[in-house]
């Protein structure tokens, strides 16, 4: 059994609340990385008392109402399908603080958390706010909503971004890694993978390996799957006719994502 595959396991928290995924520091390999995927039924209520771990709550579909204290942020989000790909809104909570998330229309809200000690102000991330960006060439072409890049100083640990890989593409290729603490040259940073597929039916392949390959794990990853990977290189492939999105978060001691390469494939990246 697959020790980085996590599949859907739904569990109703509360009347109209359910928890579809729950990746903790007790529950998983990952130490800097936490991430929860939470189904919400108009007017239904998830609420949480943060301790020493921030919080980026992202709008993955429908609408919510997020207050945390005095900060409330009426009727956010903005797409009934990811798959529409336009950037959502989300907000980042910090540390030793409380948080209620509201759905307004059926939702499905992803929380991204990381250990923190340093209270920041609540902040509202705005879909206009993300920074967009089309990479890749040849099958290698991807679509990036930065929604917490390390060049926005709103958090302590956390990034976050999500991905669109489209129909019979690759993406997180050339393979990379960022499993150092070795700055200026390589950054350590966990991270995880939520997956989702259009149409649902579809999957696409990940691999997460080493170089000494003490972590080498090819996964069919299906529909609200989640990959964790608290090292090495970590490639998707997405098979013809279907498309792929996902959600990353990342964490580690700084908060800089600076990756390297596998050198025996960045050949790929400087093809004319
Ligand atoms: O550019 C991509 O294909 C996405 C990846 O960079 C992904 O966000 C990741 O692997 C981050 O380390």
Known sequence: MSKLLRKPNTIQSAPGVTIVQEVTSENSPLEYVGFKV?????GAKYTENLSKVECCIVALTGKINVSAGEEVFDNIG??????????TDSVYVS????????????????????????????????????????RGKYSNKRLVHN???????????????EVFT???????YPP??????????????????YHEMNPQQGFVF??????DRSIDETMAVEHGDVVLVPAGYHP?????????????VMAGPTRIWKFHNEPAHEWILNRK
Do not use: M
């Open 166 to 172: 489209e129909s019979g593409n690759w993406s997180s």
């Open 206 to 211: 990940q691999r997460v390996y080493t170089d």
């Open 236 to 248: 998707v492939g997405v098979p013809d006719g279907y498309e792929s999105y996902y959600l990353n």
């Open 95 to 134: 540390n030793d603080r409380s948080f209620e998330v509201e759905g307004v229309t059926q939702a499905r809200v992803a929380l991204c958390y990381s250990p923190s000690n340093n209270q920041l102000p609540t902040k509202l991330i705005k879909a206009e706010e993300n920074g967009i960006e089309n």
């Open 147 to 161: 929604i917490l890049p390390d060049s926005n100083p709103s958090a302590n640990s956390l990034l976050v971004v």
């Open 38 to 42: 939470v189904d919400l039924t108009p």
């Open 176 to 193: 990379h890694k960022h499993d150092q603490d070795n700055l200026p040259h390589e950054s350590f940073l966990e991270e995880s993978y």
């Open 78 to 87: 903005t797409r009934e399908s990811v798959f529409e790909k336009k950037p």
